[in-house]
Each structure stands twice: as C-alpha cells, then as structure tokens.
C-alpha cells in the first residue's frame, strides 16, 4: 500500500472523515436546478464517502463514484443502499483515470485537485479528464485558494494538515491556466466552504465545457 493510499485510509478508518458532507454543495445544487447540468452518464472524482454521488443519482444522473480509499468506498456503497440511491462505487486512484474505458457526460470533483502534485500530477490528470468528457460534456471543479487561512498558511504552495495529508494551495490563475486549454470556462469565482472547527476554506471554483480541439 502507498504512503497517500495509507493516510486516506487511515482518514477513512470510520465514517465521517474531516471534509465528509452529507448534503451536496449548494452550487451544484444550483447548476442541476437550473438545468444548466443535466442528468447523463457522471463520474464523481475522489467521492469520498458518496452522498454527492447519491444527490445526483436521485436526480436522474447514471453516477460512477471513484475513491483512493477502499474503505471510502465502502460506507459510500453503504449509504447508497441505505437511501436507495442507483449509484456505482469503485476504488481506483485518480492517476489511472486513463484505466476508465467509459465516457462521461459530466465529471465532477470537489477538494481533489489541491490533493494533487502540481508539479507531477495536475497536467496528466487534467488531460485525462478532457479524454473522459463526451463532446460538450462538462466538468465541474473547486481546489483550495491561496487566501484560505488554515494550517497557519498564507500565500501559495504546500501545506501540511494535521491529518498528514499535503495540500497545494493555488491562485485563481493558476487553475485557470491548467484549464484553458482544454475548456471553455463557463463560471469561474472564488467560494467559502464551512471549515470543520475553524475558519472557512476559500475556492477556486470552475464549470467548464469540453472544448473540441482540431
């Protein structure tokens, strides 16, 4: 097992991990309500314990949820049953995406990328998902800000939370320049997600569509 697959599932050693949520960001509530996204083939990207993979599964979504870690994975098949929820659940690290033969009306991935090595990761990953995404298929992403105050940080780069895990905190620009040559940006903003004892997160939030490069 991998020193990261080790710390996610130590993370994950009951329900309830640090960043877990129950009910789905509000913007992506507001983007499916709107129709703005709409119901299709979906891949949740580091799903976690899977209550987003179950909203959109409740709204007509076909959902394939992906984790690091195995026991993630788990509980998330564990409350999709509990409620009912058409969702699918795999374990799979997010560098092997171009393991995944499907393709995607929509991918989503919500505090995944600033998990991510910037240097060896980010490009790979990205590409990946554009190769997942149907023809004007869209994706859905929000990573940590350089202006979120936790773990004593201020400024970009590396941080180190006290779950052990390392966290890459980037500009607004630099998420948009990894994205841009890939997608078209249909909304991009800064966001606050409720921290957990602490002070909120701040977001680097972006709803893209596949850009068709010729």
């Not at 990261?4 to 130590?10: G, L, S």
């Not at 790979?124 to 298929?137: A, F, H, M, R, S």
Request: glycine share 10%; net charge neutral.
């Amino acid at each position: 097992m991998s020193q990261e697959k080790n710390i996610f599932e130590k993370i994950y050693s009951k329900p309830g991990a640090v960043w877990t949520r129950t009910s789905p960001p509000q913007e992506l509530v507001d983007f499916v309500e709107q129709g703005i996204i709409k119901p299709g083939k979906t891949l949740d990207v580091a799903c976690g314990e899977g209550f987003y993979a179950i909203y959109l599964a409740g709204k007509g979504f076909d959902v394939l949820g992906i984790d690091l870690s195995e026991k993630a994975i788990r509980y998330a098949k564990e409350n999709a049953a509990k409620q009912g929820a058409k969702a699918g659940f795999k374990a799979m690290d997010v560098k092997e995406l171009d393991k995944l033969k499907e393709k995607f009306d929509f991918i989503f991935e919500w505090g995944l990328l600033h998990h991510l090595n910037r240097q060896t990761v980010w490009d790979e990953y990205v590409k990946n998902i554009y190769q997942l995404l149907n023809d004007g298929g869209k994706y859905l992403s929000m990573c940590f800000n350089d202006s979120s105050p936790e773990y004593g940080g201020s400024g970009g780069g590396y941080r180190s939370s006290p779950s052990g895990t390392k966290i890459y905190y980037s500009t607004q620009e630099e998420a948009r320049e990894l994205f841009k040559p890939h997608f078209k940006i249909i909304d991009e903003k800064l966001i606050r997600i409720p921290g957990h004892k602490g002070p909120d997160h701040i977001g680097n939030f972006f709803l893209m569509e596949k850009c068709i490069i010729l």
